[in-house]
């Protein structure tokens, strides 16, 4: 049986660990399924940012997707 991947994530975090961007990965290493941007998502994504920022500058809390260790680059 070959190696698989299964439900793997790859995504931009900001410095506060909140997500920017993300796509799922699964399927074996030879032919990975990846999840497809969504063209919504791709067109209104200038105003979801603002609407993030806006957010939290008024105390605003995301969705964590990583809270490790290891620091965010500046």
Not at 48 to 64: E, I, P, S, T, Y
């Amino acid at each position: 049986m070959p190696a698989r991947l299964v439900d793997v994530t790859i995504a931009l975090i900001d410095a506060k660990g909140c997500p920017e961007a993300q796509q799922n990965i699964r399927g074996i290493f030879l032919k990975p399924e990846v999840d497809q941007i969504a063209v919504v998502g791709a067109l209104t994504e200038s105003t979801r940012h603002l609407l993030r920022q806006a957010r939290c500058l008024f105390g605003g809390k995301c969705d964590v997707l990583y809270a490790g260790s290891v620091a965010p680059p500046k």
